[in-house]
């Protein structure tokens, strides 16, 4: 996929041209975009004098960003202790096997990304599973399917 470059000069002049503007600078790619490609981030680097391995180091120890296009909707499972205690395993056990999806892969459709996060702070309502920003707790693999059913 080829970047729109126009689009991120737009991203870029929202923000100053220096390094402290790293993070909002391509938390707007990835709105923009759905994901931050080698192509995007080395443009970045290049255009706030960043170091592209540092660019590469922010992209890769927060997890709100993704290094490939994603699904038109995110599913989050909860893997954080109390989710874990509850079941968090067996949910995304359920849903790998449900939509045929690996950790952090992409049904062939588009419809759904699957991801394991580390807490979603919503510890009471464990085990959680968030789609898109909507947070459903106490999941079961009985109410899975009504949850998968009703996402567009």
Same mark, same amino acid.
């Given at each position: 996929?080829?970047?729109?470059?126009?689009?991120?000069?737009?991203?870029?002049?929202?923000?100053?041209?220096?390094?402290?503007?790293?993070?909002?600078?391509?938390?707007?790619?990835?709105?923009?975009?759905?994901?931050?490609?080698?192509?995007?981030?080395?443009? $970045?680097?290049?255009?706030?004098?960043?170091?592209?391995?540092? $660019?590469?180091?922010? =992209?890769?120890?927060?997890?709100?960003? %993704? =290094?490939?296009?994603?699904?038109?909707?995110?599913?989050? &499972?909860?893997?954080?202790?109390?989710? %874990?205690?509850?079941?968090?395993?067996?949910?995304?056990?359920?849903?790998?096997?449900?939509?045929?999806?690996? %950790?952090?892969?992409?049904?062939?459709?588009?419809?759904?990304?699957?991801?394991?996060?580390?807490?979603?702070?919503?510890?009471?309502?464990?085990?959680?599973?968030?789609?898109?920003?909507?947070? %459903?707790?106490?999941?079961?693999?009985?109410?899975?399917?009504?949850?998968?059913?009703? &996402?567009?």
């Amino acid at each position: 996929m080829s970047i729109d470059f126009s689009k991120l000069e737009a991203i870029l002049a929202s923000h100053p041209p220096v390094s402290a503007s790293l993070i909002p600078v391509l938390q707007g790619v990835e709105e923009e975009f759905g994901y931050v490609s080698e192509e995007a981030s080395r443009y $970045v680097a290049r255009k706030l004098q960043i170091s592209p391995s540092k $660019v590469y180091g922010i =992209l890769t120890f927060y997890a709100q960003f %993704h =290094l490939q296009p994603t699904g038109r909707n995110m599913l989050r &499972v909860c893997c954080g202790t109390a989710c %874990h205690v509850q079941g968090a395993d067996r949910l995304l056990n359920t849903i790998r096997d449900k939509l045929q999806i690996n %950790h952090s892969l992409t049904t062939s459709d588009n419809k759904f990304t699957l991801q394991e996060v580390r807490c979603v702070g919503c510890c009471s309502l464990a085990p959680v599973l968030m789609v898109n920003d909507d947070v %459903h707790g106490k999941v079961t693999t009985d109410n899975l399917e009504d949850i998968l059913n009703n &996402v567009e």
